[in-house]
Each structure stands twice: as structure tokens, then as C-alpha cells.
């Protein structure tokens, strides 16, 4: 059982600037869902989410609580839940045990776990559960009030980036990649442009002068 004050600043700064509606979620469901750490990147190597530069006072507090109170599987990404009933999904991407607890003043909200050994329906309120989410169909049952939820878990990546921090910086917080690094650098974009590919057609008729 985690302690409710452990909470107390994810929720203050959760209340004072709630999280985007994530609409890239379509196996579990359009809503309040954001990851920070390491993140896929389209048509880019794995990084950082941009959510560690444009929040990096609540990435702050992610990693104090995970230093704190995860502790028992290796972890390089953090998904936030706020008010989200996610849908039965299972989480493909995660490598090997994810860490996940809820929070908040709700009722109902439960775990749902349809298969495999912890097959039933779990309060995971200040109450941890761990285990594979990639392997098990998992959801969230209804509920009212405010529901927060941390997944803390390993996103594999073969080339590791240097480790986050996030300091305190003329009265702002800053997200560094590594702690050898001086300046805050801003967040890659997300992908690409897109190249044209138009067509260019060569016509054997001589042009009209």
C-alpha cells in the first residue's frame, strides 16, 4: 500500500493542468492518456516523449515517485492516465513487467484482468499490481470521480539515450537528456515531412516558344 500524500503533488499539478486527450490510443480507447520517457518515434529512433520538455515538472515528479516507490523492475517509460476507462488492450510494446497503481477520489475503477494467472477484477488503488501487460487483455471498469493512473515500464531500445534530469533553471523546471549537459535542448520533432512524390513526366513534344 502506497500512502495517499505520496500522490499529493501528481495530483495538484494534474488538477492544475490536466493532460491531453490522447487520440492515438485505438486499441484501448480515445482519452486522457500520455507517456513520458522513452516513446516510439515515427520514421526516428526511439527518444524521449516530447511530454518530458513541454511538462518537465510533472516528468519531475513521475521520476521522484518512481525512484521512490518502483523498485523492483527496470523502467525507462511512464504512461499517465487521467479520468481514462481504458478498453480491453494489451500493452504490445511494454518489455516485461509494467508497474501500475491508481489514485485519486473515486469510486469503482477496478482492474479488469481477463485472462492468464491474475484472471479477475483488482482495486489497484494506492495498491500496486505488476506484472506483463503485453501478454494479459486488460481494461478498466466504470467509475465516478477523479481516477489517476501511473504505468511505469520498459520501452525496448538497442542504443539507450543518456539518462533524463530535470532541474531547476532560473526559476524554471528543464529537461536535460544526461546530467553532463549544460543546456536544455528543444524537444525533436515528431517525425518527418513528408517528401512529394509527384511524378515528373517528360513529354517528347517540343515546346511552344
Known amino acids: 500500500m502506497i500512502p495517499s500524500e505520496a500522490f499529493a503533488n501528481l495530483i495538484a499539478e494534474l488538477q492544475r493542468r490536466p493532460i491531453e486527450i490522447n487520440k492515438y490510443r485505438p486499441s484501448s ?20 516523449s ?52 491508481a489514485f485519486g477520489s473515486f469510486t469503482g475503477g477496478c482492474l479488469k484482468i481477463h485472462e492468464g494467472d491474475l ?11 505488476q506484472t506483463d501487460f503485453s501478454k494479459v487483455l486488460h481494461s478498466v471498469e466504470d467509475f465516478t470521480g477523479d481516477r489517476y493512473s501511473l504505468v511505469y515500464y520498459r520501452y525496448p531500445v538497442k542504443d539507450v539515450p543518456l539518462p533524463p534530469s530535470v532541474r531547476l533553471v532560473n526559476d524554471k523546471w528543464k529537461f536535460f537528456r ?32
Open 50 to 101: 516530447r511530454q518530458c520538455w513541454t511538462r518537465p515538472y510533472l516528468y519531475k515528479l513521475l521520476l521522484d515517485f518512481g525512484a521512490e516507490y518502483v523498485r523492483d523492475i527496470s523502467w525507462n517509460a511512464i504512461t499517465v492516465n487521467q479520468g481514462y476507462k481504458a478498453s480491453p488492450h494489451r500493452d504490445k510494446r511494454n518489455g516485461g513487467d509494467s508497474f501500475l497503481v
Open 119 to 129: 484472471s479477475g477484477v483488482h482495486n489497484i488503488c494506492h495498491q500496486p499490481i
Open 178 to 209: 544526461g546530467e553532463l549537459q549544460t543546456e536544455s535542448l528543444p524537444h525533436p520533432k515528431i517525425g518527418v515531412p513528408m517528401k512529394s512524390k509527384k511524378k515528373k513526366f517528360e513529354s517528347n513534344q517540343p515546346k511552344n516558344i
Open 29 to 48: 480507447g480515445i482519452g486522457r492518456s500520455v507517456a513520458f520517457g522513452i516513446v516510439n518515434k515515427r520514421c526516428m529512433p526511439a527518444d524521449y
